[in-house]
């Protein structure tokens, strides 16, 4: 199959931004706790709020999208709100600083995710849908990859000095809201066909899609924030010059899993798939709770970089096939935002639980709550 051209750019982009930002994400939980002196469940609080102001926005970017029949202009508003923040953090000198770096980064995460995940579907046959969406998150995985190997390779030239880092990480992104706005077409006839939305309403939905929110909800409560297994990487000795390799790691077997995944979810289902990755992350979160050597954080990276690519691509894949058309954004926007509404006491919750009883309580209630939502999908749906 041919990949549609929206989707194709889409990718482009997303792999850009993703090189940026993967320059800085691994890096910036070190740079918090031993640059900026925060404590971890300070670092706890941005990830949450960060990750919460995305999701919710989400919402409402994804209803706005459908009442307007538009979706270019907002994917183009979110990507350049993120790329804006990216110089700034080169010259912070306190922790709340970075929390407002994160908010508006995660603002423009918010307001470009749902409208950009619509517009795939949009841009694609039924048929070929999982591996459309697997292809764009192995284009967003690939930027991951070379993000951190970058990080990895640059960061001894300028002498670990991470603000210079954050600096020439501004680059990419910047270069990916101009390719967003030169290239990608708003689809034909949209606006005819999505503007009869005009509530917000959960009502409007199907019980399986009620059903695939309860059990995204209580995966998240116990899905802290990824900042937290650089941390523990970093306790089982990992170097910290190693820390972007790790990372690279994860999103090298995401990216080779995602296209592959998202195909085979076209011809067999997309439920046991995603279900299988639900199962992996429950086993890669007991790992972490119980690892005393840093091989093994080597390993479990690599383990996880196997739940995202068996899971991202095929449930937005599910979610779309679910809902209707004129629905779409709307429902990806309501699955974000419930998604966004336990992101907060999630990072929240393992900071604590790290904090006051351990390193095995904290892993071991994100295994424990991720094996209970691998129920929910596999008998409720």
Request: hydrophobic share 50%.
């Amino acid at each position: 199959m041919k990949i549609p051209k929206n989707v194709l750019i889409l990718g482009i982009v997303s792999f850009l931004t993703d090189v940026s930002s993967d320059m800085v994400y691994p890096l910036l939980p070190i740079f918090l706790s031993d640059v900026l002196h925060s404590t971890k469940v300070f670092i706890g609080l941005i990830e949450g709020v960060a990750e919460s102001t995305a999701s919710i926005l989400k919402v409402f970017s994804g209803w706005l999208s459908d009442r307007l029949g538009k979706r270019k202009f907002l994917v183009s508003l979110g990507y350049g709100l993120s790329s804006i923040g990216k110089p700034i953090l080169s010259v912070v000198t306190a922790g709340w600083q970075v929390l407002g770096l994160r908010f508006l980064d995660r603002f423009g995460k918010g307001v470009r995710t749902s409208p950009r995940d619509a517009m795939i579907a949009d841009s694609t046959p039924p048929e070929n849908r999982g591996l459309s969406y697997g292809f764009h998150r192995a284009l967003d995985s690939a930027g991951a990859v070379i993000g951190p190997l970058l990080a990895f390779l640059l960061l001894p030239l300028v002498n670990k000095n991470y603000r210079h880092l954050f600096l020439i990480a501004s680059v990419p992104a910047l270069l990916s809201v101009l390719i967003l706005i030169l290239f990608v077409k708003e689809s034909k006839g949209l606006k005819e066909k999505v503007t009869r939305l005009t509530k917000l309403r959960l009502s409007q939905f199907q019980p399986k899609f009620k059903i695939f929110l309860l059990g995204a909800m209580i995966f998240t409560l116990g899905n802290s924030s990824d900042a937290f297994l650089f941390l523990r990487a970093k306790s089982l000795s990992v170097n910290v010059v190693y820390i972007p390799i790790l990372w690279l790691i994860l999103n090298l077997v995401y990216s080779l899993v995602s296209s592959p995944a998202g195909a085979i979810s076209d011809r067999i289902g997309r439920k046991n798939l995603f279900i299988s990755g639900l199962l992996i992350y429950s086993l890669v979160y007991l790992g972490f709770a119980f690892a005393t050597r840093s091989i093994h954080a080597w390993i479990l990276f690599a383990m996880y970089g196997l739940y995202y690519g068996l899971t991202d691509g095929t449930m937005r894949a599910y979610l779309a096939d679910i809902v209707e058309e004129d629905k779409r954004a709307t429902a990806f926007g309501i699955y974000h935002g419930a998604v966004g509404l336990t992101a907060l006491p999630a990072s929240l919750i393992f900071g604590w639980l790290w904090q006051s009883a351990g390193t095995p309580f904290a892993f071991g209630f994100g295994a424990f709550l991720a094996f209970l939502a691998l129920l929910i999908f596999k008998f409720g749906l």
